[in-house]
């Protein structure tokens, strides 16, 4: 009797991770078939960090999103954007940059009377949604 309930409870479990797998699949699907990639920002440093966002949107071209203020372990909600490139400058409160593996160029802009050096990532050409994780 114990077998049985460990192997129900198994495949119970199996089951779950299939219904969330394919959940997955269908949001990408939906994506793809949207043309858009979802990006957002999490915060793994011990310490608060801004997120500064710069991506193209649909409906009104290149356009920036922020100041974001997370807390250790926050994130940002998802934002859309039909192209593969978003830049983007997480700092810390003292204006230095949070720790990030990635980045493949930078570009000025400016927020109000001050211009910032975004970092630029390539999320890809698939449609997904991407987490940029920093302080891992």
């Not at 969330?20 to 949207?34: K, N, S």
């Not at 356009?63 to 978003?86: E, K, S």
Request: with cysteine; glycine share 8%.
């Amino acid at each position: 009797m114990g077998k049985a309930l460990v192997i129900g409870a198994a495949i119970a479990s199996l089951l779950a991770g299939m219904s969330a797998l394919a959940a997955d699949i269908r949001a990408t699907d939906q994506l793809a078939a949207a043309g858009t990639n979802e990006y957002r920002v999490q915060n793994k440093c011990s310490y608060p960090v801004r997120a500064l966002l710069h991506m193209v949107d649909a409906q009104r071209g290149w356009r920036t999103f922020g100041w974001y203020d997370l807390q250790p372990g926050a994130m940002t909600d998802y934002l859309a954007t039909p192209n593969r490139y978003v830049y983007y400058r997480v700092q810390k409160a003292d204006g230095a940059l949070a720790p990030s593996r990635r980045s493949d160029g930078t570009r000025h802009i400016r927020v109000g009377a001050k211009v910032h050096e975004l970092h630029r990532i390539n999320i890809g050409k698939q449609f997904r949604k991407f987490t940029h994780i920093f302080c891992r």
